[in-house]
């Protein structure tokens, strides 16, 4: 093949220089750089494999190819350097060979080019020693395929022992959250068979389906999209039409959220309403003489409520009647303080006067009349001459 179409080639790869790793390659070296090169395959544009996926078909398995684009994925063929023409073809026929087998020529030199770039990339990406088990000393890496040689480093060196193909098949069951992207769990299934393959030990399609149908079943958002997935016949269910399936249902699951009132705006309306409401009693209590541990408790509460409003999924009504329990004990609360607290507007009228306790309440007692008397009490101390007595009670006059 031509350097300068191999060099060209290599140009258009979005990573057209990896750094080179010294030392002994990891897995996750050796899967970081893998995935790189997957992304240079799928970049040249070719009609091989479905020709959606560029010539990803290079760099991945066969299995996980059509795992991955529902397609098969073929080598081409060297058609030879000149075009076969039956005897007895005619002139139309002659020109319709010689561009089928021009155009079958070009397809297999770029498939060829295409591959040529892939491996020297990947060679310039890891020390020579470590690909030496695939080098032939005459025509060197001519023979291995890049899947061979990064299959050759997955084997002898990002060793997977049976231990992590279980924890790999763990993280392949992890439950779904749908209120994140689809594509989060396209991505987590994906991930787990492209660990498997590294292993050689691969998932089938029935196996990947069967996990993903699963994990968007446990949800209990998608029992639509579930139905009619079950209804597809076993042909059809291909890892390609569950991702188009449930893309689909995963948006439909998404405008329907967008359309349908939140039930928590309401709650959270109520508690910052009665939130609200509570700081202003506490205000107002701060200078009274109410109990402060009541305040406490009835802070605790409102906390509590705060917590269980946050947390709620589901039982929004029995929430609601927490928050209207709430709200009456804070009124009987505020009546309680209202009656408990001493009464400061006294009768404007009221004359009744002690040396001792300053002006008293209607009928009640007098300096002369007083039981409890201080130390120095004044039997003749009147409202209008107090002889230095108590003005308690008496600003209001």
């Known amino acids: 093949m031509s350097s300068t179409k191999i060099e060209t080639i290599k140009e258009g790869f979005p990573h057209p220089v990896i750094p080179k790793h010294l030392g002994t390659p990891t897995y996750d070296v050796i899967a970081a750089v893998h995935m790189k090169m997957k992304a240079n395959a799928a970049s040249v544009v070719s009609a091989l494999g479905g020709g959606s996926h560029g010539l990803l078909g290079l760099t991945v398995s066969p299995n996980t190819y059509q795992t991955i684009t529902g397609a098969q994925f073929q080598r081409p063929q060297n058609p030879g350097a000149l075009p076969t023409i039956p005897a007895g073809s005619t002139g139309p026929q002659i020109s319709e060979i010689v561009r089928q087998h021009r155009e079958t020529l070009r397809v297999w030199r770029e498939y060829i080019s295409t591959e040529q770039a892939l491996k020297q990339t990947l060679l310039a990406a890891f020390e020579d020693v470590y690909f030496k088990g695939l080098c032939n000393r005459h025509v060197g890496y001519q023979n291995a395929s890049f899947l061979q040689m990064i299959q050759h480093l997955y084997t002898n060196y990002g060793i997977i022992t049976p231990t992590d193909l279980d924890d790999n098949d763990i993280r392949m069951r992890e439950p779904y959250d749908a209120s994140k992207p689809i594509e989060e769990l396209f991505d987590q299934i994906e991930d787990a068979v492209e660990y498997a393959d590294a292993a050689n030990a691969p998932y089938n399609d029935t196996q990947i389906v069967s996990r993903a149908y699963l994990l968007v079943y446990k949800t209990g ?7 009619d997935w079950r209804k597809r016949t076993l042909a059809d269910q291909t890892w390609n039409n569950f991702k188009t399936d449930f893309t689909a249902a995963h948006r439909d ?14 709650a959270n309306a109520t508690l910052a309403e009665f939130q609200a409401r509570t700081d ?6 701060t200078n009274s003489t109410v109990d402060t541990t009541a305040i406490s408790t009835l802070t605790n509460q409102n906390e509590n409520l705060t917590t269980q409003l946050a947390n709620a999924t589901t039982d929004l009504s029995s929430m609601k009647s927490m928050v209207e329990t709430l709200c009456k004990q804070v009124e009987e609360l505020q009546s309680s303080r209202s009656n408990n607290r001493p009464r400061a507007n006294r009768n404007k009228n009221n004359k009744s006067y002690c040396w001792t306790h300053g002006r008293t309440c209607n009928n009640g007692h007098t300096s002369q009349t007083c039981r409890n008397r201080a130390g120095g009490h004044q039997d003749t101390a009147t409202l ?3 002889i230095g007595g108590s003005t308690r009670y008496c600003s209001d006059l």
């Open 384 to 386: 209008e001459n107090q």
């Open 280 to 285: 202003e009693i506490i205000d107002q209590m």
């Open 221 to 227: 958002l998608y029992n639509e999209a579930c139905r």
């Open 253 to 266: 699951l998404m405008i329907q959220r967008a359309v349908q009132p939140n039930p928590f705006q309401e």
